[in-house]
């Protein structure tokens, strides 16, 4: 696995799924963490298996959603461990309330999923590019496969994910003489803790016909790019937005309205 040994690593929304997927890949490569996340619990879960695994680390609980939160993560990283190298966006996800089909979708909705997703993931990418002027870093956002696809009955959340993909390329451009490069990972469906709607026998085979290689991610699929893309090896790889989701070229979202309208049409 590539190298990040001496690095320290900071991942927002560390305590669950691909955020503590991502936390224990670097700290395989060897990293220094700084996790954070709103709910302390799954934090100390997440501080357990890096302990186990050797990992220098530090839990930081926090909401990444204020100034004040990230400024905190900063400081906190930086008097632990000196400096950041590399910071991870991954915090971020919509709420089963905040979903709906395009008519319904109030601005209160709206707010929450594209505030969390887009507005914070950007002053974030802002506060730790501020941290690594000076000797340059890897910032790593966390996508989606909705940000370049039709995203029913979620469009918010999709039009979100396509502002990160633009923010990607952009901070690419005007960081790149500062020696920080930015790049994203687009997941498909990722199976986590969190993935209740996985439980349907129907819309779980559904959506596994659609991947070429015939099962869903799971949270492990994604770490290792993470490290490479945090690691040295990637010098040269800034302004990517790279998939990892089994092959598949098929709009899950859509595929799913479809099947919903059709079940509608056919009563």
């Known amino acids: 696995m590539f190298s990040l040994a001496g690095k320290t690593i900071v991942i927002t929304g560390g305590g669950r799924g691909i955020g503590r997927g991502i936390a224990r890949a670097c700290a395989r490569a060897g990293a220094n963490l700084v996790i954070t ?12 298996e890096l302990a186990d695994l050797g990992a220098a680390h530090l839990i930081v609980p926090g909401d990444i959603m204020s100034q004040a939160g990230i400024d905190e993560i900063v400081a906190k990283a930086q008097h632990r461990f000196g400096a ?25 909705q709206w707010d929450r999923v594209v505030d969390l997703n887009l507005k ?64 994203a990972i687009a997941p498909g469906v990722v199976l986590t803790e969190n993935s209740k709607t996985m439980a349907d026998p129907a819309r779980r085979r559904r959506q596994v016909e659609t991947v070429p290689l015939q099962r869903l991610g799971v949270v492990d699929d994604v770490g290792p790019l993470a490290v490479y893309l945090l690691s040295d090896e990637s ?28 079940k509608d049409i056919a009563v």
């Not at 799954?42 to 501080?47: F, I, K, S, V």
């Not at 800034?238 to 919903?260: E, M």
């Open 37 to 48: 996340g709103r709910t302390p619990g799954p934090l100390e879960e997440t501080a357990a």
């Open 120 to 183: 914070w993931t950007f002053f974030a990418m802002q506060a730790a590019a501020k941290a690594m002027a000076e000797r340059g870093g890897s910032i790593v956002n966390l996508s989606s496969r909705s940000g370049s696809q039709p995203c029913p009955p979620t469009a918010h959340y999709g039009a979100a994910k396509a502002g990160v993909d633009s923010l990607t390329a952009t901070a690419a451009v005007e960081w790149g003489h500062l020696g920080i490069r930015v790049n």
């Open 235 to 262: 010098a040269w790889v800034s302004g990517a937005v790279i998939p990892v989701n089994g092959g598949s070229r098929i709009p899950i979202g859509l595929l799913t309205y479809l099947h919903h309208k059709n």
């Open 84 to 108: 950041i190298d590399g910071w991870v966006n991954n915090a971020g996800s919509a709420n089963a309330g905040d979903v709906g089909p395009m008519l319904g979708i109030d601005e209160g």
